[in-house]
């Protein structure tokens, strides 16, 4: 099988680079025979450009018109649309009777346009450049989402039909791992923790779907109930506001924003925390959750979207709309250790479930399958479920910023 793996351009967002890259190698894996070629947006450099207003534009005709054109000419089995905002291409590729897969990873803009304000230089137009993309999905001839809750939303807002919607979970590095005790220790002292520190930890952007102001405000009623609690903060850099809050409930001497890590910083960050705190109005998958997880770290995160399949019974669920529910979760794993202990094991054996070669088998079997619906005597593909804490570690078929 010919597959053409369309992504965003190089660093346009972290979050699909891991996925395309990721995927990219499971398929190799699982389907060493297949010829998987990569195709991205070819930008033109910002100083060729006498202007940014130039400079945008050039974006945009590359990204709406040549690069949709040479597309056209590419000669694939399966076109794979990486990232849902580029979902458009569909619509260029069905004119040419390929099949098309698109990956939904959320829908955030459309459930929650108010995280949206501020976003962007020029909101109204990437507003519409965005719905035209994702409302675009309706014409592929199959979407992966990487959630349930996404899928929901997906037929729910878009009207696709669920027989054409497949969930195939994300997966998280096998470079997240648990360090020596030793080398914890030395990060930890590296940041002046002392062994009473409750060091918690969150790691992502600052859109207000993050509740980072919500956590802020947890933090300040555990320091008030006498916890001797730390916050780090990875990604992301406090807004003025949740600055000013800091500095007006005397937390600056326990809230630290600890820069954009590398992988290997942010795996001795997992593993130095002694809880992932992400308790997020909404999310499409959560990755954070598995990171944590594979690093031996106690998650506490919201009942709400997609996190309760990712974390199962391994965390601690709240309502992120309640700050004192948030610290209650805090003063929990404080006090009792044997709870942190219990997470940290059933968070170790839940992120077994979701390797990227398991993602990828699931991938390659909706490439195999949207070929085979195209005749009128084959049944639609099938659904991957999210692996729930009774699942077998391998996904079954039945009847997918950091984010």
């Known amino acids: 099988m010919r597959v053409a793996i369309l992504r965003r351009a190089p660093k346009a967002s972290v979050s699909m680079d891991v996925y395309a890259d990721r995927l990219v190698q499971g398929l190799k894996t699982v389907r060493p025979n297949w010829i998987i070629t990569e195709y991205y ?31 056209k000419r590419v000669d694939a089995d399966i076109f794979h649309i990486i990232d849902h905002t580029d979902g458009d291409l569909s619509r260029w590729l069905g004119r040419s009777h390929n099949a098309t897969v698109v990956t939904c990873h959320d829908l955030i803009n459309l459930i929650k ?30 979407v992966i989402t990487v959630s349930t809750h996404t899928k929901q939303d997906v037929a729910e807002h878009l009207q696709i039909a669920s027989t054409a919607i497949t969930v195939v979970p994300n997966a998280v590095d096998k470079g997240f791992h648990r360090l020596s005790v030793e080398a914890i220790q030395t990060v930890r002292d590296r940041y002046g923790l002392t062994p009473k520190t409750f060091c918690l930890l969150n790691v992502g952007s600052n859109n207000a779907r993050k509740n980072i102001s919500g956590i802020l405000a947890a933090i300040a009623m555990a320091k008030h109930q006498g916890l001797p609690v730390h916050f780090w903060k990875a990604g992301a850099d406090f807004t003025d506001e949740q600055t000013q809050f800091i500095q007006t409930n005397d937390l600056a001497d326990c809230v630290k924003y600890v820069g954009k890590p590398n992988e290997p910083a942010l795996i001795e960050l997992y593993n130095a925390a002694d809880c992932l705190i992400a308790p997020s109005l909404y999310e499409g998958f959560g990755l954070t ?18 996190m309760p399949e990712v974390a199962g019974d391994a965390a601690i669920l709240v309502d992120p709309t309640d700050q004192a529910a948030i610290a209650n979760a805090i003063q929990q794993l404080y006090t009792y250790p044997e709870q942190r202990q219990m997470l940290v094991q059933k968070g170790l054996e839940r992120v077994q479930q979701f390797t990227w070669e398991k993602t990828a088998q699931a991938v390659a079997s909706v490439y195999e399958q949207t070929l085979a619906a195209q005749s009128p005597s084959t049944q639609p593909a099938s659904v991957f479920e999210m692996p729930s804490q009774s699942d077998s570690p391998s996904p079954s078929i039945s009847s997918g910023d950091r984010a």
Not at 121 to 126: D, E, Q, R, V, Y
């Open 289 to 306: 959750i598995l990171e944590a997880m594979a690093c031996g770290t106690p998650v506490i995160t919201a009942t709400t979207s997609a």
């Open 113 to 142: 346009p108010e995280t949206f304000k501020g976003r962007a230089k020029f909101p109204l137009i990437s507003m519409t450049a965005w719905r035209w993309g994702v409302e675009s999905m309706r014409q592929a001839d199959h």
């Open 41 to 71: 947006p070819q930008f033109p450099s910002r100083s060729f450009a006498p202007s940014k207003m130039l400079a945008g534009i050039q974006k945009y005709y590359e990204r709406y018109w040549r690069y949709p054109n040479r597309l």
